[in-house]
């Protein structure tokens, strides 16, 4: 599964995003995502993809496209 793949299953799963409203142009705001949620997130993904998110910063003006490529740039490292 993709880096992308699998943050759409996270936000699915945990958080019931509509799979229609994820696009990667999308602000994580859109998707009912605020600072408690974006943390909640950001340990889920470091779990499931085995990485270290601590110096990536995330906002919910981010979108989903910053947030693929902040965690693929990291699980690539």
């Known amino acids: 599964m993709s880096t992308s793949e699998e943050i759409n299953a996270l936000l699915v ?5 509509d799979p229609a409203a994820i696009r990667p142009e999308v602000p994580l705001r859109q998707l009912s995502l605020d ?3 974006l943390e909640e997130l950001r340990l889920l993904i470091e779990d499931r993809l ?6 990536i910063v995330l906002s919910s003006r981010d979108t989903l496209g910053h947030l693929v490529a902040a965690v693929h740039s990291k699980a690539g490292a």
Do not use: N, P, V, Y
């Not at 085995?50 to 110096?55: F, H, T």
């Open 35 to 37: 600072s408690l949620a």
């Open 50 to 55: 085995d990485i270290d998110l601590d110096d």
């Open 13 to 17: 799963s945990r958080f019931g995003t």
